[in-house]
């Protein structure tokens, strides 16, 4: 299978790179893509940029580029005072955007052209490998262009989807441009901090000292249970 995956940050990018067998780099039009093999699917891994027209800039360069079978995005997200506690992992579902508004007779986080919620790909969020484990959260993210480190607004996203489990900067726009593409789509995100709260900020930087390896180490169990699935379907 022709696997790509987006992340936003150089740390989340060196957490995955080690999923790779041989890595190679090529760079096009200024973005650097990593190309390898994860047992038998062939993998491209490519570091975005914080934000959604980074994100949506590079996904569609990756789609055009490399046409994968499916987009997996992936990395750290804040929590919302939810269920989804700091390293534990949240299988987006759904996502949607917290700061879109296109005006009177419209749904507020409903972009142009598009439903309110984009949906990751049920192949993949049915995986056994993903069903129960405690800290593996299942629901929707929202994503908009401002680190979320208020309370205030944690309660204002709250108040458009009270059943947010964590929100980030990228997940709805690589979602919205796989949607365009009709591209799979499938999003996992692990809680990093909680915004709001009075140690927010030092909560994410010893997140990074925590050395969440195992966290991004699900990605490896999902390709591994894809290859299998696919290796059943022949």
């Known amino acids: 299978m022709n696997i790509a995956i987006i992340v936003a940050m150089e740390k989340e990018l060196q957490l995955l790179l080690p999923l790779l067998t041989e890595p190679r780099k090529t760079e096009i039009d200024g973005i650097t893509f990593y190309l390898g093999d994860a047992g038998t699917h062939s993998v491209v891994i490519m570091k975005s940029g914080i934000g959604k027209v980074n994100a949506a800039l590079s996904t569609m360069q ?3 580029r490399f046409a994968p079978e499916l ?3 992936t990395g750290v997200a804040g929590g919302t005072g939810s269920d989804a506690k700091i390293l534990d992992i949240v299988v987006g579902e759904r996502i949607a955007y917290h ?15 598009c439903p309110l919620y984009f949906e990751s790909d049920k192949n993949v969020t049915t995986l056994g490998v993903l069903q129960g484990n405690p800290h593996i959260r299942h629901g929707l993210i929202a994503s908009g262009d401002v680190f979320v480190a208020d309370a205030g607004l944690v309660a204002r ?3 458009l989807y009270p059943e947010v489990l964590a929100v980030d900067m990228e997940s709805a726009a690589i979602a919205h441009t796989c949607y365009l593409l009709n591209t799979p789509f ?4 692990v809680v990093s901090d909680t915004p709001g709260e009075a140690d927010n900020m030092a909560q994410y930087d010893d997140f990074w000292e925590a050395a969440p390896r195992h966290s991004f180490e699900i990605i490896q169990s999902i390709l591994e ?9 022949e």
């Open 225 to 233: 249970e894809l290859q299998g699935n696919s290796a059943e379907e």
């Open 71 to 73: 987009v997996i995005n």
């Open 99 to 113: 700061d879109v508004w296109c005006g009177p007779d419209t749904v507020e986080g409903q972009a142009a052209r």
């Open 157 to 159: 996203i709250k108040e």
């Open 186 to 189: 499938f999003c996992i995100r």
């Open 62 to 64: 990756m789609i055009s």
